[in-house]
């Protein structure tokens, strides 16, 4: 199996909640980069898993907490509000990305020190005029207000992305490379956001996992200009534009969903 694998989509009954989990087994011989607590960093990978969590989460644990969810063994395991059955997928020259998009809370990455994130989500241009978000769907999607929230004993507790991006490619990268990928798939998700009309470079929390082969030459460069980034920029960008809209259309004609 040289490319992203399908992914398997399990149910838990966690907080009262009926949650969803997407996990993508790739086995060996792969190295994966990745922001998420549980596997983050860069080093051998054999699994990723995109769990949706209760909002408001406030778990001291989420690296136990995932790595439960897991199969066992090195992977990476990120959490997210959002829907993750709706996950967008996207293929651009081999290079193939999956990305599950939750929009309550967008924010801009460059924000005045001490201003709160806005605490409803952030309507399109082109969907002003929409019906007032009902508190059930503000409950569900403001887990992405910030990488952490305030517990009563004054802790600090990790909040989970609500947009999560998995990405793979059937080639070796370098360590240089593999940095450049990332900052490739933050452009693209913040290039795809905007074009939907959502004036954000994303939320607090979002999530990244890019998957390549640990055997081979390896790429130098994964930019928007190399070969292997632009199609990772362009898979990326298809899938963030797709799940965004996705996500605006549910809000549009199902405000209680």
């Not at 989990?21 to 051998?44: D, E």
């Not at 990455?109 to 978000?133: F, H, K, N, W």
């Not at 980034?229 to 969903?257: T, Y």
Request: net charge negative.
């Amino acid at each position: 199996m040289t490319g992203l694998p399908r992914p398997s989509l399990t149910y838990r009954t966690e907080d009262g909640l009926r949650l969803g989990a997407l996990l993508w087994r790739f086995g060996p011989g792969w190295r994966m980069i990745s922001s998420a607590m549980l596997g983050g960093g860069v080093g051998r990978r054999e699994w990723a898993l995109n769990a949706q969590v209760a909002a408001g989460y406030s778990r001291m644990d989420p690296v136990e907490h995932m790595d439960a969810l897991g199969p066992g063994g090195p992977g990476v395991g990120m959490m997210t509000a959002a829907v993750v059955e709706r996950y967008a997928a996207a293929e651009d020259g081999g290079a193939e990305a999956v990305a599950t998009v939750g929009l309550g809370v967008p924010t801009w990455a460059a924000a005045p020190e001490g201003v709160p994130d806005p605490g409803l989500p952030a309507a399109p241009e082109s969907a002003r005029e929409t019906a007032p978000e009902s508190e059930a769907e503000s409950a569900r999607e403001t887990v992405g207000a910030g990488d952490a929230g305030v517990l009563e004993t004054g802790g600090r507790a990790p909040r989970p992305g609500t947009i999560n991006i998995l990405v793979a490619v059937p080639v070796a990268f370098s360590d240089p490379a593999l940095v450049n990928a990332v900052m490739t798939v933050t452009e693209a998700k913040t290039q795809a956001l905007l074009e939907a009309g959502f004036p954000c470079t994303g939320t607090a929390s979002d999530a990244v996992c890019v998957a390549v082969r640990e055997d081979g030459p390896a790429e130098a460069f994964g930019g928007p200009r190399s070969v292997w980034g632009a199609r990772i920029a362009r898979a990326v960008h298809r899938a963030v534009l797709d799940g965004a809209r996705d996500w605006r259309a549910r809000r549009e004609h199902s405000p209680l969903l």
